[in-house]
């Protein structure tokens, strides 16, 4: 199967309110031009140096997704171009992001990452931390010294368990939808909520996911 073909057969399955990240970490520029061609115009990648190299050599319509673990001192990296940044996971993450989203002049789009797995090892905020931190937000943004005006937080992500048990999976995605209706109540910004990859992306959808990230259902294995 080409990437093409794969890319096709997945848009075609996923609904229109469902947006597709095409997850390109360790894959050559060529494999993403195939899926540039073949109209792809978002992708996502977990390492910002990859992701500066890949942006600079490639058509400038693109929409990158930095969906890995951020690390403040490389903010600024990425900060002239990334659309969206997928696993803010702390408020000091979202303080950096915006002041170097200000150098550039830009407003850059965030997701807050919240912690739904049972296993340690993933990143994101318990729910008690994300009340505060988009209080912090708003409290902000009310404030004259509105001191993160250039970032705008548009929804929410999460990353279910890695196991083969669908029922958790989906305990898990649907516990996230859970807080996303909780807090678009109050937060009318928040419109995405990014869960659901190559092997779950339809489990996903299915409890409420609008994006998913995609791999190598598109681009074949690492």
Not at 131 to 144: G, H, N, P, R
Request: charged share 25%; aromatic share 6%.
């Amino acid at each position: 199967m080409s990437i093409a073909k794969n890319l096709t057969q997945i848009k075609s399955q996923l609904p229109n309110h469902v947006t597709l990240v095409a997850v390109s970490k360790t894959k050559p520029v060529s494999d993403l031009m195939e899926a540039y061609n073949a109209g792809q115009r978002i992708f996502g990648e977990n390492k910002i140096q990859e992701m500066t190299e890949k942006w600079e050599q490639m058509p400038k319509d693109i929409e990158w997704h930095m969906i890995g673990h951020v690390q403040t001192n490389k903010v600024k990296f990425m900060a002239e171009y990334v659309s969206l940044v997928h696993g803010v996971d702390s408020l000091k993450l979202l303080e950096e992001i915006n002041k170097q989203a200000k150098k550039h002049n830009r407003i850059i789009d965030c997701l807050l990452q919240v912690h739904i797995a049972e296993e340690e090892t993933k990143f994101g905020l318990n729910e008690e931390e994300l009340d505060e931190i988009l209080k912090q937000l708003f409290d902000s943004a009310q404030s004259d010294n509105n001191k993160l005006e250039n970032v705008r937080v548009v929804g929410l992500m999460g990353m279910a368990t890695f196991t083969e048990n669908t029922v958790q999976i989906e305990k898990e995605f649907k516990h996230l939808k859970t807080i996303f209706d909780r807090l678009q109540t109050s937060n009318s910004q928040l419109q995405i909520l990014s869960m659901g990859m190559s092997g779950d992306y339809q489990l996903a959808i299915s409890s409420g996911s609008t994006m998913v990230r995609i791999g190598s259902s598109i681009f074949g294995g690492r």
